[in-house]
């Protein structure tokens, strides 16, 4: 076979191989995003409960603070109930009292409500949190198993590229080119085998003319049907 057509069955290996190595990568790539993705998101549900926590913690903290200054309110009108002179100012004061005592009740009873939703949130919270860690023990696990591959294929990659160039360099620029575009436009696959008057790569039959004419010629020949570029394997091989 000749020269050239050797060097591009070669490349053509090499770019394979090549494109099989970023495709591995590009999965691992795509499986720490989407680990990272997950454990944003798991953050997010992190930060806003705890938001709403730190919410109903200071309405709850502005409740007891009511509750104090009408417990105070309760505590001066008792004081007052001794030096009362008057049976209707006593009974007003008594019913001051006994209201006050109604609003300190209402009070602790939405504190009491505030307290048992922070709880609630807070167990909610410490789930999301442990699940949190769960996903970062993960994804540093994990992450440092896809780091260390991405490595290798980055090496492998680099000796693998510097392979192709010195298989690329030796040929034309016009067939490099009509390579390099049947690469991109016939899905990675552009020299084939013509075997028994037939296009390996679009199972059409070749005129026999051409077909026989790859035997003798020193030509780079194209399959008229698909264009990939054809050799073909002596029959004393
Ligand atoms: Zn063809």
Redesign the pocket.
């Known amino acids: 076979m000749q020269a050239k057509m050797q060097l591009l069955k070669a490349l053509q290996e090499l770019d394979q191989e090549l494109s099989q190595i970023r495709q591995q990568q590009s999965g691992l790539e795509q499986e720490q995003a989407a680990m990272a993705a997950e454990e944003g998101r798991v953050q997010d549900m992190v930060d806003s409960l705890l938001r709403d926590l730190e919410g109903l913690e200071s309405e709850r903290n502005a409740l007891r603070q009511s509750l104090g200054q009408e417990q105070e309110q309760v505590q001066r009108s008792e004081g007052r109930l001794s030096e009362i002179k008057t049976q209707k100012e006593y009974l007003a004061v008594l019913k001051e009292i006994d209201t006050a005592k109604k609003v300190n009740k209402d009070l602790l009873d939405k504190i009491q409500e505030k307290e048992s939703q922070m709880a609630a949130l807070r167990q909610e919270m410490d789930e999301k949190q442990s699940e949190l860690d769960g996903l970062r023990a993960q994804l540093a696990e994990r992450g440092s198993e896809i780091s260390a591959a991405l490595q290798a294929f980055g090496k492998v990659l680099e000796e693998k590229d510097a392979e192709r160039q010195a298989h690329l360099e030796p040929l034309p620029s016009t067939l490099r080119k009509r390579y390099q575009q049947l690469m991109d436009r016939r899905g990675g696959i552009a020299v ?1 085998e013509a075997k028994d008057g037939t ?1 390996t ?4 039959h ?1 005129p026999p003319q051409l077909f026989n004419s790859l035997y003798r010629t020193t030509d780079i020949q194209s ?6 570029l ?1 050799f073909v394997v002596p029959i004393s091989e």
């Open positions: 084939v296009c790569g679009c199972h059409m070749l399959c008229p049907h698909c264009s990939r054809l």
